[in-house]
């Protein structure tokens, strides 16, 4: 009978030992089962299944810090080939999405055109500021205008303000003003210069997707013939000084369109900005300067700066980001008044505009697959597409552009222009224009 009694006590024992043993493994279980959800729930899951930390954090749609403090940590993500991903930010970034800086420089106001341009940025998707900051540089702030409560262009002029002058440097020292205005905000990848008198070609959602997503800056820094006559007539050997030899020369439109590590080589440089200073200009009196000297910074200096600095295989060389249309013999481009605006449907937009004049080319069937999900709503990100809040906006803004699906990203050829010019500012000629681009560009 005891050694039954010992058997059954012995058997109580270990039973309580098992007992104890499952309870502290059943803790420990749902303790990291906890700790995983908890991870879980702030990360997310890119298209290939990877889980990437994510900082929780509102989005402030104005610039690249969140609202909780989120390090304004610079942007690292590079743009790769066509039909291929976009990399995320780290994951110590904010989460809102990269952004296109539109640089306007403008003699006085930007007023007479400022219809379009709030038509085009009010109609997108998604809010109009996580995609695209503004800033305009005035050289003539004698007259200040304000622009309304509500308006895209509001506190967007700087404060700094280049006396421009025609035919010398002036104009690039105010295009580096509005380049560093914009690289401030370190979710700012492609800085596109416009004019007070250029008008969008394409949807705003279309042309954002189109400058962040392709790898290359849109501009001639390229010494191929086919691409444009250099002038190197204009090149002088005092340039040597600066490393500048005349196989460096280069020449391109002033319109151009810049990721934000070239838009950075054009902040620092001193030494060939000062050589463009004085040397390169077109004398306007003789009694001053070399009567036949004929040399315009804002075409050669940029360019010949990239390819001294061996960055032309980084340039989309036949590309342009703004058409413009020069007519023979003519000493400026051709300005579009309502005369041209009546025939926008049959040629102007659909076989000119956007096609660079270039018969060769085919711009408006050139399309994104993806974009056209979100034109039609059918986009499907998890989210709401017409949430208004902006951090849902800005995660389906992200899966757009990370989209990997049947339909991919296809960029339209660099040699496609975005935007053009020049849009006659009269009342009359606006009102055609903004009516025949409205179809095209909401």
Request: proline residues 5%; glycine residues 4%; charged residues 25%.
């Amino acid at each position: 009978m005891k050694a039954h009694t010992k058997t059954i006590w012995r058997y109580l024992a270990v039973m309580a030992i098992m007992a104890i043993s499952l309870s502290l493994f059943a803790a420990d279980l749902f303790a990291s089962v906890s700790e995983n959800m908890a991870s879980f729930t702030s990360a997310t899951i890119d298209t290939k299944g990877r889980a990437s930390s994510r900082k929780e954090a509102r989005i402030d749609p104005t610039d690249g810090t969140a609202e909780d403090g989120a390090a304004d940590t610079p942007a690292t993500s590079a743009a790769v080939a066509d039909g291929e991903r976009y990399a995320r930010y780290p994951a110590t970034s904010p989460t809102a999405p990269p952004k296109v800086a539109l640089l306007f420089m403008a003699r006085n106001t930007l007023k007479p055109l400022e219809g379009i341009w709030t038509d085009w940025l009010s109609s997108s998707p998604i809010d109009w500021r996580l995609m695209f900051d503004v800033h305009i540089h005035v050289s003539d702030p004698t007259t200040p205008v304000a622009y309304a409560k509500d308006s895209v262009f509001r506190d967007a002029v700087l404060e700094e303000h280049v006396g421009i002058e025609w035919g010398n440097h002036s104009m690039i020292t105010a295009e580096r003003a509005l380049f560093k205005a914009a690289m401030k905000n370190s979710l700012v990848e492609s800085f596109v210069l416009l004019s007070e008198d250029s008008a969008p070609l394409y949807p705003a959602l279309l042309s954002y997707m189109q400058l962040i997503l392709e790898p290359k800056s849109r501009i001639n820094s390229c010494g191929d013939p086919s691409t444009g006559d250099r002038q190197a007539h204009r090149w002088i050997p005092r340039m040597l000084d600066a490393g500048l030899s005349q196989d460096l020369w280069r020449k391109s439109s002033q319109w151009v369109a810049l990721k934000r590590p070239h838009a950075q080589v054009v902040i620092d440089d001193e030494e060939l900005d000062q050589m463009f200073a004085e040397e390169c200009y077109v004398c306007t009196d003789p009694a001053t300067c070399f009567p036949q000297r004929f040399c315009v910074s804002d075409e050669h200096y940029i360019p010949s700066l990239f390819a001294l600095k061996g960055l032309d295989e980084q340039c989309a060389c036949e590309g342009m980001a703004t058409m413009t249309r020069w007519e023979e013999n003519a000493p400026h481009p051709k300005t579009f008044t309502k005369r041209e605006a009546q025939w926008a449907d049959e040629w102007v937009i659909k076989d000119e505009m956007r096609d660079g004049w270039n018969p060769d080319r085919d711009c408006n069937s050139l399309r994104s697959g993806r974009y056209d999900d979100w034109a039609s709503g059918e986009a499907n990100s998890g989210l709401s597409w017409l949430s208004t809040d902006k951090n849902d906006q800005a995660e389906a803004l992200w899966n757009v552009l990370l989209w990997d699906g049947d339909k991919r990203n296809h960029l339209m050829s660099p040699g496609c222009p975005l935007f053009i010019r020049k849009i006659s500012t009269k009342k009359e000629d606006v009102l055609a224009w903004r009516t025949a681009l409205e179809k095209y560009i909401v």
